[in-house]
């Protein structure tokens, strides 16, 4: 299904992750997920590829498989890799449609952003409090009808403790930019607690810039939050996305 180009790739594979120590044609899934998490916490996405390659090509009938191996394209940017095997994922367990976040940011990327909006809206039922949620349906609506009408549609997310979470949903309606930045400057400087809430806040008032249309803004905050951003899947995220805004694609997106 990955076609040629893709077959190659994987045979290749067999020989990058021999060379770290492992057997790749006797892996169990669990043992290439590691292999491939542990890489993108080394910041390698090759080899974290390379271990997405070989889920695919040795666990093709696995349901569960083919969902590891999405997350694992979605984090290191292959993001029309991702996008089909996680449609594929959801045709083959509908029943998991609600918990496929991720596909709704690989659709993002993508560029099919109604399908996008439509599974963060789906995501709610089983996570109705997660602002993240909110503000990726906010964006991807603003792209696919206006930034006028995502305003009209903002999903509720109540009682996100996170900071600054309640400023970003509250952000989504009345555009209060300084409210972010003051409340992540609350917290105090040399901090996890303050990396942390810096990182959310230049993520989101990056992806509000984007969602508005202000491409300049928004790559100015995404490079900010992906510079020293963990390798968590949100930092991995930051990176694609911040690499995202520097193409063809973003600007084509912004509506004139």
């Known amino acids: 299904m990955l076609g040629v180009a893709a077959s190659v790739v994987m045979q290749m594979t067999c020989f990058s992750l021999a060379s770290h120590g492992q057997d790749a044609d006797s892996m169990s899934v669990s043992s290439l997920r590691a292999t491939g998490l542990k890489a993108l916490q080394e910041g390698n996405r090759d ?5 997405a390659d070989a889920i695919v090509r040795q666990h093709s009938n696995d349901a569960r498989a083919i969902r590891l191996a999405a997350d694992i394209y979605l984090r290191s940017g292959k ?3 991702a996008t089909r095997l996680f449609n594929r994922y959801a045709k083959v367990a509908p029943e998991q449609m609600p918990e496929l976040w991720q596909r709704g940011i690989a659709l993002y990327f993508s560029g099919n952003y109604g399908e996008a909006a439509k599974q963060f809206e789906a995501h709610r039922s089983v996570n109705p409090n997660d602002v993240e949620n909110a503000a990726w349906h906010f964006l991807c609506v603003a792209k696919a009808t206006s930034f006028d009408e995502a305003k009209k549609l903002i999903l509720p997310a109540p009682g996100d403790r996170r900071i600054p979470m309640q400023q970003i949903l509250e ?7 300084e409210a972010v930045n003051a409340r992540v400057n609350e917290t105090k400087v040399g ?9 959310y806040g230049d993520f989101y008032l990056g992806l509000y810039a984007d969602a508005a ?7 100015k905050l995404l490079d900010r939050a992906s510079k020293d951003a963990p390798h968590h899947y949100m930092g991995d995220i930051s990176r694609v ?8 694609d973003a600007k084509a997106s912004v509506k004139k």
């Open 79 to 81: 993001v029309e890799w």
């Open 47 to 51: 080899l974290a590829i390379e271990s």
């Open 191 to 199: 901090t996890a607690e303050r990396a942390d809430a810096a990182f």
């Open 171 to 177: 952000m989504l309606s009345s555009g209060n930019t």
């Open 241 to 248: 996305y911040a690499t995202y805004l520097h193409s063809d």
């Open 213 to 219: 249309g202000d491409l300049d803004r928004a790559r």
